[in-house]
């Protein structure tokens, strides 16, 4: 997991120091798997493994963020106003 610490500037111009478990960085492509092989069956099978398996995930994501409080704190930030980054990978 990567963690960031930085300063960041708000729209009004006033400055906050933030610590960050990056889930998605800045990116100009789509990414994805691509499923283009698969026959029909493959690919019915393939979507229904992996609804299944993502909303378990996001459940247990959900019951993590509400153990530690944290179900309302999923943040953007614009890469231009970051300053002072430091980046640590755990």
């Known amino acids: ?3 960031i610490d930085f300063e ?13 478990a990056v889930l998605r960085e800045p990116c100009t492509y789509y990414e994805g798997i691509d499923l283009g092989e698969l026959n029909n069956d493959e690919l019915a ?4 493994e992996y609804t299944n398996l993502y909303d378990e995930f996001l459940q247990q994501q959900k019951l993590l963020f509400e153990k530690h ?10 890469p231009d106003r970051m300053k002072m980054l430091c980046e640590t990978n755990v």
């Open 1 to 3: 997991m990567k963690l």
């Open 8 to 20: 960041y500037q708000k729209t009004d111009g006033a400055t906050s120091t933030r610590s960050l």
């Open 45 to 48: 099978d393939f979507t229904v």
């Open 69 to 78: 409080d944290l179900k309302h704190r999923y943040r953007r930030f614009i």
